[in-house]
């Protein structure tokens, strides 16, 4: 049997239909921007495999770091331990975070990295009503935006829109408050809700300022900073999910950095190792630390995983920061906005009518809506766009009818104008 016939026997993959969806493709081998298939076919991997890739496929520095740290120490337990990637990593990356955070909690991927920070949020005010008069307001409401995503466990399904990813589990989520983005219409709207429900309501959570995969749907930064000071006035913990939005791909270091309100919990992953392995970070400011320092053994924060901060992928995290911090890979993040910017126009300007609407942009991601169907995630002109662009060597996967590229930082124009002929000639076919 080839790969893809011992695949099927055997493999179960995540958000594909069984039944309609084509076999998937053998990957061999990665090489910066591409994906190369068992028949050498290249593939420009311009959503960055699943928005993981910062400085492209297989980089022989993340590379060589691993080694190197795979023949001193590959795992330890991290309750009773500790090792230097993980203090080097916390040390390097609190400096870098917006606001003042103050510790890291690690964890193994996005979704597990805001469970984390939902149940520091909430366990934050347990502690502090523990033993607090009876009739005192129970901090136990959670905020969200409709048409958010957080992640697929439990409590991030919770905390994200209902839609088609948690429709089998609604019955078993807990009840979130859900509010509109902010726009210059709601936002008066929004904060009567705040008012009115601020002193139950223990955190706050939200993607900063681009909902992934909800549809890479955008808001302005001002219209965030002022819901989060709003927030801040009944002291509802804030955690930013800068899972996706992370290490520069809205074109500052992270989302947070375009509002004056800065989160008290920062949830991160993706980009974090340059998509090299599995990690995630949770970072709390002091307030948040300061409420499971006590002599009482219960207010301990009970939670962990068995490869909490595993040396490796600290390691290559250590390596991705060394590649993000370069002159010409920051270089590489404002060309990729720019001559996005100038897609983005020529998208606008086009004398030949396009099926698409909703064309917009942040840092190094793009987004627009195929004129087709419904605006939804099973909309079938996703599997058309992809395969498509497959027979054409680029790698797309829109979220239904949303089309968007963040592509890694390792790009060139080249490589970019010829995803962006590629486009056209299918948008325009259509």
Not at 344 to 351: R, V, Y
Request: hydrophobic share 40%.
């Amino acid at each position: 049997m080839n790969l893809q016939e011992r695949d099927k026997a055997v493999i179960w993959h995540p958000f594909t239909h069984k039944q309609s969806s084509p076999l998937p493709i053998p990957i061999i081998k990665g090489e910066g921007v591409y994906l190369i298939d068992e028949n050498n076919r290249r593939y420009i991997d311009v959503i960055s495999s699943w928005w993981v890739t910062l400085h492209g496929h297989a980089h022989p520095y993340i590379a060589e770091k691993i080694y190197e740290q795979a023949k001193t120490l590959e795992q330890v337990i991290f309750a009773g331990f500790t090792h230097k990637p993980a203090i080097e990593l916390a040390e390097r990356l609190l400096p870098l975070l917006p606001g003042n955070f103050a510790k890291i909690f690690y964890s193994d991927n996005g979704s597990t990295s805001t469970e984390v920070g939902l149940k520091m949020a909430l366990q934050y005010w347990w502690n502090q009503e523990k033993h607090a008069d009876v009739n005192h307001p129970k901090r136990n409401k959670v905020l969200a935006f409709n048409n958010s995503y957080h992640g697929d466990t439990f409590g991030a399904m919770s905390v994200s829109d209902r839609s088609v990813f948690t429709k089998a589990f609604h019955d078993k989520l807990f009840e979130v408050i859900f509010i509109d983005t902010p726009s210059a219409n709601n936002i008066k709207e929004i904060q009567s809700v705040i008012r009115s429900e601020g002193n139950a309501i223990a955190a706050f959570i939200y993607e900063p300022l681009l909902q992934g995969a909800g549809g890479m749907k955008m808001y302005e930064a001002g219209l965030l900073n002022e819901l989060l000071t709003t927030v801040k006035e009944y002291g509802i913990l804030c955690i930013a999910d800068e899972v996706m939005t992370g290490f520069g791909r809205t074109g500052k270091l992270f989302a947070s950095t375009y509002a004056e309100a800065q989160p008290d919990i920062i949830c991160l992953s993706k980009g974090l190792t340059g998509g090299t392995m599995a990690l995630g970070v949770t970072a709390a400011t002091q307030k948040i630390a300061d409420a499971f320092d006590s002599s009482d053994k219960m207010k301990t924060f009970f939670h962990g995983h068995s490869f909490t901060a595993n040396p490796l992928a600290c390691t290559a995290a250590l390596a991705s920061l060394d590649l993000l911090q370069q002159e010409n890979t920051l270089h590489n993040i404002e060309c990729i906005v720019a001559i996005h910017r100038e897609f983005i126009e020529q998208l606008k300007h086009s004398t030949t009518p396009l099926p698409i609407k909703n064309i917009r942009q942040m840092g190094t991601i793009i987004a627009f809506e195929i004129d087709r169907g419904k605006d939804e995630y099973l909309n079938n002109i996703s599997a058309i766009i992809t395969q498509r662009a497959l027979e054409k060597g680029v790698y797309m996967r829109p979220l239904g009818n949303t089309v968007y590229l963040m592509p890694p930082y390792c790009i060139t124009e080249k490589e970019l104008k010829l995803v962006y002929s590629v486009i056209l000639e299918i948008i325009t076919s259509i």
